[in-house]
């Protein structure tokens, strides 16, 4: 089992930045951040191999969000710079454990946090 802890949510106007973190209860191989906004599916937003520290980003975010980790914490950090009011959504932190190819898909992960709120306004 893997615990995880999310914060760093919270309230900013469009081209403002957020940084969310999460903390896991051991070490996993993957991680990965995911969003979803009302009426819409949780979509992947950016995952890390935190070993090698590789990363993959959403097309829509690239540029703008940089995810790192903190392996002697067995944190992670979101990075959300130049938000857009459509970057509003609940943020999950998730991981994945058991090898396989870290990925950004939503069926991949097993763990997931309980997620927090970013809010963007124009």
């Known amino acids: 089992q893997v615990q995880l802890v999310e914060s760093g949510g919270g309230s900013v106007q469009a081209g403002g930045s957020l940084r969310l973190s999460c903390a896991a209860s051991?070490?996993?191989?993957?991680m990965g951040w995911f969003r979803q906004a009302p009426g819409k599916e949780r979509e992947g937003v950016a995952r890390i191999y935190t070993g090698s520290g590789s990363t993959d980003y959403a097309a829509s975010v690239k540029g703008r969000f940089t995810f790192s980790r903190d392996a002697a914490k067995n944190t992670v950090y979101l990075q959300m710079n130049s938000l857009r009011p459509e970057d509003t959504a609940m943020y999950y932190c998730?991981?994945?454990?058991?090898?396989?190819?870290?990925?950004?898909?939503?069926?991949?992960?097993?763990?997931w946090g309980q997620g927090t709120q970013v809010t963007v306004s124009s």
């Open positions: 051991r070490y996993t191989y993957c």
């Open positions: 998730a991981a994945r454990s058991g090898g396989g190819v870290c990925g950004k898909n939503v069926a991949d992960f097993s763990y």
